[in-house]
């Protein structure tokens, strides 16, 4: 390579005898055989000294090879250099669009094909498939039924490879029936026809149609492929058949259909969500018999199947460090492996190697990676933390998704921090995201917990396709906040709509209705449950009507309740029984609570913690202690209460007995003035608290850090 870079640097040719075609293939035979770039930039130069960058057919090789080594934007400036007069060679253009799809620049792409029309040179059959792929992955309906118009007008109706992306692009964006209409059109099928439609019915998560064009296809007498077959996997598990996948996995091997090492990743990516590891053990056995260790795709997906089961994420660790030359699939598999499983400072710990790295910019942190991990604090209450990675994650310049975004807006929402809130709001809407309806969703979510009605109700209506989280978000917030008619008036509104309630709209309805005391309108909602929607009512509806009769002092009927239970209570209905009791001090029915949470192997510390205060309360004082010492027992652990406030962007947290906050003195003032405004007002905050106890108690819980 050396010989022929200086061969090239050393010849005096004028540009004239670079016109030649023998030395344009010389040229564009060097270019074929660069390793690096820096040696791509070498023959650029000498291109351009002897002017021979002129060459449509040379300029068009440079922006391949730019292209191949992923220099982008070099690529695109040769292509703005070359002259006018060389832009009539088509070539030249496929090269260019061809740099710019394959780097998922697909907008700039559409927009040079714009450029091209205006320029009045026609595509080709390597054009078309470029723009209707970047048609496709833009997501755009408009721009596909354009592009379709154009390839019917420049006569590419009977070219196949043509007309099979165009089955493809109406596939990825969900309009099946037009890519039914336009496979059912072709002249000519290939193999490869049938292999898109059957992936666009897996896309679509629709395993149904993909069963049907495969059996359609067997009856008009073509063999499907491993292809086919891989396809048609991925159609059933993508809509969660999990049996019915590996069922058609042993026909596969039964028919002795070639097994491909994408067939092994949609089974094992099967394997992770089914119960138990054995199947997953079972395959991955099957690849290292097999020799589909040297996919690193495979190793990934073994990473994914045992990271999915926390007994199992040694294996997952083992298999990850066993892996020479990761990828960032490698790395994100094991860190969304431990976020899922709960494991955030494992997540966190994976995650900063993976920063430290300073690898290829292939495998640097990207989007998944971060979303991994602020979803994983999230989950696990940690919000502050949340929220200072999803900072930092802005700060490096990474855009998020609509999942990152999701999982910060629940954060915004368990910490009321409604500022934060609406500053991500903001960023959805700049950034074109609020039509998502994840996004939409926890914005409703976000709004509600925050108290914030209308402007929920802004976001709930201008979602297009609003689904029952949607319902179930509004229904729940309303409920939060005591707004017990508000909530069943939307969920009325619900069945009108047309949507059919599920276990958790119930769950949301009768809590609301427990939280506003309303229980003939709570009893009639759970019988409707049963007769008119026949959802068989588990142990959080039970927990919620016994919840609504206690908090109505309607001890004696939630007692029975609790008896008549065709299920087992749980120490949920047993709390809330308990809570009820607490509040109208029915000594009698506390004692058999008692003994039932006492029984219980529960893992709730909050009951325990609830009876020793009862105990205490009525100054039985050695129950108390016994309840206090079985919890210890059990190895329980009271986490103190919290409250929280938002001032300036930054959330501070307080509860009791913790650090001494620095503004303590302020926080008192605040305190002692507004005990004294409530006592003015003969507020009665605790009938066994005196002016001076109301606010040296509120001082107790309020200190924090």
């Known amino acids: 390579m050396k010989n022929l870079l200086s061969s090239l640097s050393c010849a005096k040719l004028t540009p004239s005898i670079y016109n030649n075609h023998l030395l344009d293939f010389f040229d564009s035979l060097l270019l074929q055989r660069c390793f690096t770039l820096r040696q791509a930039r070498q023959i650029h130069t000498q291109l351009i ?271 990850y460090s066993d892996i020479k030359k990761k990828n960032l699939v490698s790395w994100n598999a094991l860190i969304s492996s431990y976020a899922e499983s709960g494991l955030c400072d494992e997540a966190y710990e994976v995650f900063l190697q993976l920063e430290k790295s300073n690898g290829h910019p292939a495998v640097r942190a990207n989007v998944i990676s971060w979303s991994a991990v602020i979803s994983g604090f999230a989950s696990k209450g940690c919000g502050e933390e949340s929220l200072e990675l999803f900072r930092r994650m802005q700060l490096k310049m990474v855009m998020p998704n609509c999942i990152t975004i999701s999982s910060v807006l629940s954060v915004c929402a368990e910490l009321a921090a409604l500022n934060s809130g609406r500053e991500l709001h903001a960023y959805t809407v700049r950034n074109l995201m609020d039509d998502n309806i994840l996004v939409g969703n926890g914005l409703i979510n976000m709004y509600m917990k925050c108290g914030v009605f209308k402007e929920a109700h802004l976001v709930f209506d201008n979602i297009k396709g609003r689904d029952l989280i949607s319902w179930n978000s509004l229904i729940g917030g309303y409920g939060m906040h005591g707004l017990g008619e508000n909530a069943l008036r939307t969920f009325d509104e619900m069945i009108k709509a047309g949507m059919r309630p599920d276990n958790i709209t119930f769950v949301a309805a009768l809590s609301a209705c427990s939280h506003a005391g309303l229980v003939a309108a709570g009893r009639n909602l759970f019988d409707r449950m049963v007769t008119e929607f026949r959802i068989e009512p588990n142990v959080e509806h039970y927990a919620c009507m016994v919840d609504l009769l206690g908090r109505a002092g309607l001890l004696q009927e939630a007692s029975d309740f609790v008896k008549n239970m065709p299920i087992e209570p749980n120490e949920c209905v047993w709390g809330a029984l308990l809570n009820s009791c607490r509040m109208y001090k029915d000594t009698d029915v506390i004692e058999e609570t008692a003994s039932q949470i006492l029984a219980h192997k529960s893992e709730i510390t909050g009951s325990f913690m609830l009876l020793s205060n009862i105990y205490a309360a009525n100054e039985r004082w050695e129950d108390s202690a016994r309840v206090r010492v079985s919890a210890k027992k059990k190895g329980f652990k009271k986490v103190p209460g919290q409250s929280w406030i938002e001032v300036r962007k930054k959330v501070y947290t307080f509860s009791a007995g913790n650090v001494v906050h620095l503004e303590q003195g302020e926080i008192y003032a605040i305190l002692d003035e507004l005990a004294l405004q409530m006592a003015s007002v003969n507020y009665n905050i605790n009938s066994c608290f005196d002016q001076q106890c109301i606010s040296d108690q509120s001082k107790l819980l309020l200190i924090g850090n």
């Open 49 to 319: 000294l002897t002017t021979a960058h002129h060459s449509s057919f040379l300029s068009a090789r440079l922006i391949a090879t730019y292209a191949r080594f992923g220099s982008i934007f070099e690529a695109r400036k040769v292509f703005k250099t070359t002259p006018i007069e060389s832009l009539h060679n088509i070539l030249l253009w496929n090269s260019i669009i061809r740099a710019n799809v394959s780097h998922g620049y697909y907008e700039y792409a559409v927009q040079l094909y714009v450029q091209m029309r205006k320029f009045g040179f026609l595509p080709d059959g390597f054009t078309l498939p470029l723009i209707i792929k970047s048609c496709s992955c833009l997501g755009v309906l408009s721009l596909c039924k354009i592009v379709h118009c154009h390839v019917l007008q420049l006569g590419f109706r009977s070219h196949v490879h043509v007309v099979n992306e165009l089955v493809g692009m109406y596939g990825k964006v969900r309009r099946m029936e037009d890519a039914c209409q336009v496979f059912d059109g072709m002249v000519v099928r290939s193999v490869l026809s049938w292999n898109t439609l059957v992936s666009s019915y897996a896309f679509n998560l629709d395993s149904v149609g993909a069963s049907r064009i495969f059996k359609r296809m067997v009856l008009e007498g073509l063999k499907p492929n491993y292809v086919t077959w891989t396809s048609l996997l991925s159609s059933h598990a993508r809509c969660g058949l999990y049996d019915e996948t590996m069922e058609l996995f042993k026909l596969m091997r039964t028919k002795g259909i070639e097994i491909s090492a994408e067939a092994i990743a949609v089974v094992l990516s099967v394997c992770a969500d089914m119960e138990g590891v054995q199947w997953g053990k079972e395959i991955h056995g099957y690849v290292i018999k097999g020799g589909y260790e040297d996919y690193l795709f495979v190793k990934n997906a073994l990473i994914g199947t045992y990271g999915k089961k926390h007994e199992h994420l040694g294996d997952a660790h083992k298999i």
